[in-house]
């Protein structure tokens, strides 16, 4: 069962995401969550890797 679900709107912030994504891996030991990334740039512009 999860504890949390986080849903994540990017939009043109591709190093900001990434921030976002490793400070979340880091505060979130013990915890169970889904996370949902959604891309709403106009264009292709946030890639995860």
């Avoid at 986080?6 to 013990?30: F, K, N, P, W």
């Amino acid at each position: 069962m999860l504890d949390l679900s986080i849903i994540i709107v990017a939009y043109q912030g591709e190093d900001l995401l990434q921030a976002t994504l490793e400070s979340l891996v880091r505060h979130t030991h013990g915890v169970s969550y889904e996370l949902i990334v959604v891309d709403n740039s106009p264009s292709p512009g946030v890639q995860l890797h």
